[in-house]
């Protein structure tokens, strides 16, 4: 499903590009993927979708932006963190992603790079996911394809850490 999720990434830009799941599909098929993993990509594509479009529809806004418009105790509002708030993962969350996985989350976070409401985007589409845990480099291709679903490009270093194999680095 993954490697799905990377020619996707590759070939369209921006998710507004992406063409409907239909579509998609049969690009995918020309392109030599397996049926079953382009199901599995679509499936997950679309829950990508849906989140990333219920969290903009959601996401705080400017004070007096729209007086009057929403109360605030509207359940549709969600309103800011606060920069002293703790985000706690729960135990399936803790076993699904692991521990590597999860520093990576708490590392782009408190980087600045990765946004609350990304975040648990991150976390939604990362529980969605195959693997026990989800590998490390599974989670990266998450972290882009939440910014390509929000039609952001994270910034050159944070794209270099998202895309580098750390397979060869030596910590010095």
Known sequence: MFEVLVYVYENYWQGAACPESDRLGRKLIAAGFEAEEIQAALVWLEGLNLAA???????????????????ADDPARMQAQSSDSLRIYSVAEQA??????LGFVCFLETSG??????????????????????????????????????????????????????EGRLAH
Do not use: N
């Open 53 to 71: 479009k219920g969290s903009q529809a959601r996401l705080p806004e400017a004070p007096d932006a729209h007086a009057g418009e929403a109360s």
């Open 113 to 166: 790079v990765l946004p609350p409401h990304m975040r648990e985007i991150v976390m939604d589409r990362a529980m969605a996911a195959p693997g026990d845990p989800v590998s490390l480099d599974d989670l990266k291709i998450i972290v882009l394809m939440v910014y390509w679903s929000f039609g952001e490009e994270p910034d050159a270093l944070v794209l270099d850490e998202l895309c580098d194999d750390t």
């Open 96 to 101: 699904h992603l692991g521990a590597q996985s």
